[in-house]
């Protein structure tokens, strides 16, 4: 997966956000309201953790 404001692709340590519908960003270009963000964590933690990210987790 990749950050739709940058464009780059997740590294497993680059931290992200999870926001209400179920998107991902990076911290870092994340400029929208914080009220809908339900997560925050690195790319391998989040995507471990929620079993709709199960296709795209990285080893
Ligand atoms: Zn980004």
């Given at each position: 997966m990749h950050c739709p404001v940058c464009g780059e692709i997740y590294k497993n340590d680059d931290v992200v956000l999870l926001d209400e519908g179920n998107g991902t960003t990076h911290r870092k270009c994340y400029n929208k309201n914080s009220e809908q963000i339900k997560d925050v964590g690195s790319y391998r933690e989040?995507?471990?953790k929620y079993d709709f990210f199960?296709?795209?987790r990285t080893p």
């Open positions: 989040i995507t471990n199960e296709s795209v």
